[in-house]
């Protein structure tokens, strides 16, 4: 089950925590049950909560498309804002599963009630398919382990050998815990979205290996796109480093650009279809993605025509290279200067972050979380411990030296042309995956992966066919396969080891008290992580999330955040009316906690509002006395909900 997911960790346990106000009456804790999907998991759940438990999935539809409390007092399709596509799909499935059972007759879980003792209320714990979170999460799971199936073919076929295909799937356990994180998180995007991006790259090997490609595996490219784009914003980020990487085998002479032209339909196809069922999202058209596939398409166009020099010279390859960056970066700011777009202006100051050390208020809530901060220095050391990164450099290396021997051997390039394209791509698209994994730390669950997958070349006869006539390739690779096993198994067995239970009881009292204590329609505000919990567990209005990719939602959450500033009291009040505030959960732990130096939340607004630096933080004050402007009606170890005063 999800609850037993979490690592234990050996505590004293603590001392139930005094509130200003009486707890609520002792009841089966309907709070607990949801607490477990924390933070974007809870916010995701959420609406597959709402479907499922609508009169109707139709009704349910209805509710999220014209979604009135995830950002009170606006009225949202959430289905077009968040990827909410496997909720919806989830919960049809879920409605109909259960629909059937109980026409039959069969029994879909088993619930019971624990007695947690002391004065904490009985928690109701079910499992089977009928309960809703283990059906959402089982599907998920389910999902996940047919992608090892797809990462064994996958293996298979670049690699030309069964063998490969174990390779790939045993250094995938091995180094599981950075190539996953769906165990831990299994609502986030990813989760649904990258098993698709497995099966759309094997069929791009597919079509690049192919003399002839047939209008099947380009509708299957095209489907297997939609797919990986839908649940996931972050997927044509993904997708422009394939884009790129394939305009490099054409710069270079790798692929004519009639087979580009193909690949870049089916892209173009997939991407209007994915603008459609978000409802016209504005974020397709104007991405970088977007410019790409026009840039380049216009410079297969036009490129023929103007330039009439060999596909092997160095200029031209520096004349289209620097024709794609200028007009992909152009171009995006054009339409998103037309279309009044800047949902994803944050990506542009994250990565000048990156390289200029640019800080504003966006910049450092990203880069102050580890997940996107750069790539851990450990990350390496552990990838050479179960010997995969030696491999893959080894793998890279002879790569290189057979795209050398194309250059200079026509021959070879004649008789295993479809061979080096695909090598070089894949070669290609592991140095995109190895920047944007040094760069976000988050992001090495691509790059992972594809390690994984280039080390099934190991077992190529067209790399090492040399090396296989003196020894024999089993021995080879069961020799490698069990040098890594040693740490490998050791990985897994900690993986293995990790069981334990979730329990926050003072978050856990914090939502018994809304639900006890304000009104349904009572406007609740704070820090995102929880906002997410209240939306889900109390059902309250909230007006700000975790989903950070909106820039009106940005806009409102630095509003929020202003309670860890150093502004004036009467100052954050009248913005927080503006919002239509009605109470302000202060987590004091926010005010001191500091992931690493500048990153504190006073130290954050610093950078934002220099003028203020030196003055008490807000949320220090308000942990004192929030009189006159807010009053403590709840308080406890971790939370204080503070309500906003109207006279």
Request: glycine share 6%.
């Amino acid at each position: 089950s999800l609850l037993q997911k979490k690592k234990k960790k050996p505590t004293k346990k603590p001392n139930p925590p005094k509130p200003i106000t009486n707890p609520p009456k002792l009841t089966i804790s309907s709070a607990v049950s949801l607490m477990a999907f924390r933070t974007e998991m809870g916010l995701y759940y959420s609406y597959f909560k709402t479907i499922v438990e609508a009169p109707s999935f139709w009704n349910g539809m209805w509710m999220i498309m014209n979604d009135k409390v995830t950002e009170y007092p606006l009225v949202i399709n959430t289905l077009k804002r968040f990827n909410l596509y496997p909720e919806v799909v989830l919960a049809s499935w879920y409605r109909i599963y259960t629909g059937v059972m109980d026409f039959i007759g069969l029994q879909t879980k088993t619930c019971w009630t624990v007695n947690r003792g002391e004065r904490l209320s009985p928690v109701e714990s079910c499992e089977g398919l009928g309960d809703p979170a283990s059906f959402y999460v089982a599907v998920i799971f389910l999902l996940n382990g047919l992608m090892m199936s797809l990462f064994f073919i996958y293996g298979t076929y670049l690699s030309g050998s069964r063998l490969g295909g174990l390779v790939t799937v045993l250094c995938y356990f091995f180094n599981h815990g950075e190539c996953t994180r769906v165990m831990w998180t299994p609502p986030l995007r990813e989760s649904f979205s990258y098993p698709f991006l497995v099966l759309q790259m094997l069929l791009l090997t597919y079509i690049l290996r192919t003399p002839n490609i047939n209008r099947g595996s380009l509708i299957a490219l095209c489907v297997s796109n939609v797919f990986f784009m839908l649940p996931w914003q972050f997927a044509q980020f993904v997708l422009l480093t394939q884009i790129a990487s394939l305009f490099a085998l054409y710069v270079v002479g790798y692929i004519d650009s009639l087979k580009l032209q193909k690949i870049l339909c089916a892209h173009m196809a997939s991407l209007a279809l994915c603008f459609i069922l978000m409802f016209g999202n504005s974020m397709l058209l104007t991405s970088y993605y977007a410019a790409s596939l026009a840039v380049i398409w216009g410079i297969l166009e036009w490129s023929p025509k103007l330039l009439k020099m060999g596909r092997r010279e160095v200029s031209l390859w520096a004349i289209e290279g620097f024709a794609w960056l200028f007009g992909t970066v152009t171009l995006k700011y054009l339409t998103s200067l037309i279309f009044g777009v800047a949902d994803d202006a944050h990506i542009s100051n994250l990565l000048k972050s990156k390289f200029f050390g640019y800080k504003d208020f966006d910049t450092l809530m990203y880069t102050c979380a580890a997940e996107f901060d750069f790539m851990e220095k450990e990350t390496p050391i552990r990838y050479t411990k179960t010997l995969l990164l030696p491999v893959v450099l080894v793998v890279f290396g002879i790569i290189i030296m057979k795209v050398s021997d194309s250059f200079s051997d026509l021959c070879f390039c004649v008789c295993g042309c479809f061979f080096v394209w695909q090598l070089v791509y894949h070669a290609l698209q592991l140095l995109a995956y190895t920047v944007l994994g040094i760069l976000i730390m988050r992001l090495k669950l691509f790059l992972t992966p594809h390690l994984c997958v280039m080390a099934s070349l190991v077992c190529s006869k067209q790399l090492f066919g040399w090396l296989f006539g003196k020894i024999q390739p089993k021995t080879l690779v069961f020799a490698i396969l069990a040098i890594m096993a040693i740490e490998g198994s050791a990985n897994l067995q900690n993986q293995w080891n990790i069981m334990g239970e979730f329990s926050n009881l003072p978050q856990e009292e914090l939502l018994e008290w809304i639900k006890s204590s304000t009104r349904q329609d009572a406007v609740f505000a704070g820090a995102m992580p929880t906002m997410a919990s209240v939306k889900l567990s109390a059902l309250r209005p909230i007006v700000n999330h975790p989903h950070y990719e909106d820039a009106g939602l940005r806009a409102r959450t630095k509003i929020v955040y202003s309670m860890y500033s150093r502004k004036p009291a009467k100052e954050v009040k009248k913005e927080l009316l503006r919002l239509g505030v009605n109470y302000y959960i202060l987590e004091e732990s926010w005010c001191i906690r500091r992931t690493k130096p500048g990153c504190s939340m006073p130290e954050i607004w610093d950078v934002e509002e220099p003028a203020n630096a030196g003055k008490i933080p807000l949320c220090n004050l308000m942990s004192k006395d929030p009189r006159p402007y807010f009053n403590t009606v709840f308080q406890n170890s971790i939370y204080r909900v503070l309500k906003v005063t109207r006279e």
